[in-house]
Each structure stands twice: as C-alpha cells, then as structure tokens.
C-alpha cells in the first residue's frame, strides 16, 4: 500500500530536550517537505527536499532542522523544542515539486512542548 | 501576509443540499488550485483540482469554479453527505513552487 509513515504520532516532550520526528515514503517520490497546522494559519511549508541531498527552507523554518539521506525518509529534527513549537505536523511527498503532482500525507504527529 | 484565505472557518449544511466552501487569493502568478479534506487524526487527501486555463472542474459530486477576475475559487457539494463532514482546504502553486494553503474550513453535514 502507497503511503506516508510517520512516528511518533504524539509526543509530550520539555523544552530544550532534543527530538526528532521520522518520515518515511514507499511511492518512491522525489518531494517531500514538512508542514505545521496551527489553528488560524493552515498548512505552513517548514522544509523541502527536492532529491536526496538537496533541502531547503520552506516559509517557517526557523528552529528546525531537515536531513534527506535516502529518498524515502526525511525526518523533521527540533534540536532545542520551545513551547511555540507545540504544533500539529505533517510530512508529505509527491513525484514533483508544485501543486501539478499530488501530494501525499502522513497522517500527522501532535507535539505538545511543555 | 496570507495568499490564500479561507474567510469562514466553519460551515454547517443539511444532508442533501448544497454545501459551497469558498477561497480568495491575492497572487496573480496562481496558476493552479487544489482542494485538499482532512479528516480528525488522518492527514490531509487530494480532493480535486483545477488549472487556470479552466474555469470549473467537476468530478462526481464535486465541483470546483474558478474565477481569475475576482481571484475567487469555490468548491460545490452536491449533495451533501454526513461523510463530507471534514475539514476543508484550499491550495494554489505558481508553476512548479510550493503550494501554499488556506487555514482551512470546518464542514459539518447534520442529517
């Protein structure tokens, strides 16, 4: 089955303590990026990846951190976790970049940072 | 500053009638449109789409109608199930760059 794999799908966590949260995708995809729901703000990019190898920023990227080592996984790294953190995220992947090729999710992870 | 709003965050319609969620943008360079439905706990799921040489595209009981003058996207559900209860939201992309997103719309269908 196609899919986008992501774990933890919750975690409760403290400031400052170090997490990351994995993406993995099975359609072998070019894209993937990551994306924080806030309630107000929609779907926010955080990070892309083009290719392996290849991220950039997306419009918040700002305390996040983005490895793509192998194609199908491109895990989202908090390396010092703030209570504006605290975010529903979703990774996604496609065979492009851009809105002509559908994107597909995760089904989330909620982070709450105390 | 928003591209793409959704200006009511909540809409509730009667099972069988029309259910209409609507979306602005204010980037000219748009120039293709998606509607994406989450459900609680799952991550969002193409719904349909439409390019900007187009001004409606339909796809069972959905609809989306496009109006680039007004900058105006709507999605149409006729008729409305109990099922279509979800959240709503509209994307646009300019050529291969990223899709950015509304905030979303709320869609109850009560019997």
């Known amino acids: 089955e196609a899919q986008v794999t992501q774990n933890p799908r919750y975690l409760i966590t403290v400031t400052g303590k170090k997490l990351t949260v994995t993406c993995s995708q099975n359609?072998?995809?070019?894209?993937m990026s990551w994306y924080r729901q806030d309630p107000g703000l929609g779907l926010r990019q955080i990070y892309y990846?083009?290719?392996?190898?290849?991220?950039d920023k997306g419009d918040v990227p700002e305390g996040y951190k983005v490895s793509r080592k192998e194609k199908r996984n491109f895990p989202l790294i908090l390396e010092s976790p703030s209570p504006n953190q605290t975010s529903l995220y979703f990774c996604?992947?496609?065979?492009?970049?851009?809105?002509?090729?559908?994107?597909?999710f995760g089904p989330g992870t909620r982070l709450t940072v105390l | 500053d928003q591209q793409v709003k959704q200006n009511s965050p909540s809409l509730s319609v009667q099972e069988g009638r029309i259910s209409i969620l609507n979306c602005d943008y204010t980037n000219s360079m748009f120039d293709y449109f998606l509607w994406y439905k989450k459900y609680p706990a799952e991550g969002p799921t193409f719904l349909i789409s439409?390019?900007?040489?187009?001004d409606k595209n339909e796809d069972g009981r959905f609809t989306v109608f496009l109006n680039k003058s007004a900058k105006h996207l709507s999605l149409h559900i006729v008729p409305s199930q109990p099922g279509d209860s979800a959240v709503y939201f509209c994307?646009?992309?300019?050529?291969?760059?990223?899709?950015?997103f509304g905030t979303g719309t709320r869609l109850q269908v009560f019997p």
């Open positions: 996604a992947s496609s065979s492009l970049a851009g809105a002509t090729d559908t994107q597909y």
């Open positions: 359609m072998n995809h070019e894209y």
């Open positions: 990846s083009m290719n392996v190898e290849v991220t």
């Open positions: 994307a646009a992309s300019a050529g291969t760059d990223k899709l950015i």
């Open positions: 439409i390019s900007s040489i187009k």
